[in-house]
């Protein structure tokens, strides 16, 4: 079910001095590194708040749900991390040869068949994303969803990725881990984290 928009929601956004809209614009040269579906933006707060020499790009499709993401952000005001509100599927020519690394977290997991192309790691998203990368191809994902982890590693070595991590109980093996809002619910729950990191 979608969130409700806060009442904050076109105060926050209105305020938001780190909102993309037509051009990526860092102080510096940095990888860039995006999270696609950003959520409540917990992940990819910390991880810019961890790794000043990393620029960091949060994108979220709902504006309510972003606006919940850039209240956060905006106690920091991190000159290393940025927002985008918008689908992904429309942002080739904005991110186009400019991404290092893409983080997959917690991704609708779309089960019916049917609906299989929406699904992030389908065919479709892998083009588009080889369109994003400058240099190696290099994307991690978390999920809870075993169907879409297993489908996710499929897609991706048929593409022509090599999976150089995967676990199926990430927290079991303590890696070091930033967590989404989602991760901490279901880790709170038992239920184990899938992960993965491929790269092409």
């Not at 999976?163 to 989404?180: A, Q, W």
């Amino acid at each position: 079910m979608r969130m409700r928009n806060p009442k904050y929601k076109d105060e926050v956004i209105n305020a938001c001095t780190f909102l993309i809209k037509d051009e990526v614009d860092f102080k510096c040269d940095n990888p860039i590194h995006i999270e696609i579906g950003m959520g409540k933006g917990n992940f990819i707060l910390n991880m810019a708040i961890n790794n000043p020499n990393i620029n960091f790009i949060g994108i979220e499709k709902y504006a309510s749900v972003a606006s919940v993401a850039i209240k956060k952000m905006l106690l920091y005001n991190l000159p290393n991390l940025k927002v985008i509100i918008g689908d992904v599927s429309n942002l080739e020519e904005l991110l186009k040869n400019k991404v290092s690394v893409i983080y997959l977290n917690f991704s609708d997991p779309w089960p019916k068949k049917r609906h299989a192309k929406r699904r992030l790691t389908s065919p479709n998203f892998l083009e588009l994303y080889t369109k994003f990368f400058k240099g190696k191809n290099i994307i991690y994902q978390k999920t809870d969803n075993d169907d879409l982890f297993a489908y996710s590693v499929n897609s991706l070595k048929e593409f022509g990725y090599t999976i150089k991590e995967i676990s199926y109980d990430l927290h079991k093996e303590n890696k070091e881990n930033v967590m989404t809002e989602y991760e901490e619910k279901f880790s709170q729950e038992g239920i184990k984290i899938k992960y993965l990191k491929a790269e092409k």
